[in-house]
């Protein structure tokens, strides 16, 4: 099989603009993404897809690969599957530009799903992470994900997933990792569709993929570092390494 990776790469995001062109210890945060990202070896080809010329000269001025959008895009996803559109590709792994901090074993385990006999019934896959705070199971800003007994996802929400009504039961919370895996083919159905009703009032993009009845694969992992959406992020991740 062979296998890419993405990095949609957006300058100007919503919640914190230029987020991926901020300072990180000796490098910008999408240099820490695109750097691990190749570290990792399991790609045969590593891509920044992005809107941005500043972004896209921050990563082959210093030997990365990218490419330029052609249109805009609602989302990352959108955004990947017009540059690989014309590649020759099996499974495509989007990994967000503002996760500066991937791993080997997250991304090795999200790939074997798709092997097999079993992995063949697999369309989509992404990540998950436990989450043991309350203030950030609260937080809208993290995206909680609801699993059945075989990790396919039910649900993805920014509120509080499921409603802990049983006081007296323990309750295990998931925050969904944006980092996905697909076949081409799930990729580019993903990008006929409109933008269904759930995905718009929640703003997260995996729910066209639900209401279009496609579950993901969900795969636990440990704790890959931290998501930037904010500044106070940055802070975090700047204390994280």
């Known amino acids: ?21 901020q300072p990180l210890g000796d490098k910008v945060v999408i240099r820490h993404t695109y750097d691990n990202t190749m570290a990792t070896g399991l790609f045969d080809e590593v891509i920044v897809a992005t809107d941005s010329e500043i972004i896209y000269n921050e990563i082959v001025n210093n030997g990365g690969k990218a490419v ?7 989302s990352g996803s959108d955004r990947i599957a017009e540059a690989v559109a014309d ?16 791993k080997k074993e997250p991304l090795q385990k999200l790939l074997r799903v798709f092997e097999g006999e079993e992995g063949k019934k697999v369309q989509v896959a992404s990540l998950m992470q ?3 705070e309350q203030k950030f199971i609260d937080d809208p800003n993290y995206v909680k994900v ?5 990790c396919n996802s039910l649900f993805f929400s920014r509120s509080v997933i499921p ?17 996905y895996a697909f076949r081409k083919e799930a990729l580019m159905s993903f990008t006929s ?23 993901l ?14 500044p106070e992020d940055l802070e975090r991740a700047a204390k994280f390494l």
């Open 217 to 230: 694969k969900m795969v636990i992992v440990d704790y890959m570092g931290v998501e930037i959406d904010t």
């Open 1 to 21: 099989m062979k296998k890419v990776a993405l990095i949609p790469a957006r300058y100007a995001a919503t919640r914190f603009p230029a987020k991926l062109m």
């Open 87 to 102: 590649m020759a590709v099996d499974i495509i792994v989007n990994v967000q530009g503002d996760e500066p901090f991937v």
């Open 163 to 179: 409603y802990p009504r049983n006081k007296e039961l323990p309750v295990t919370y998931y925050e969904h990792i944006g980092v």
């Open 146 to 150: 609801a699993v059945d007994k075989n």
């Open 193 to 215: 569709w409109p933008m269904t009703p759930l995905e718009s009032a929640e703003k997260i993009e995996c729910l066209r993929y639900l209401e279009n009845g496609i579950p």
């Open 130 to 132: 436990v989450l043991k």
């Open 68 to 74: 330029m959008s052609k249109k805009p895009h609602e």
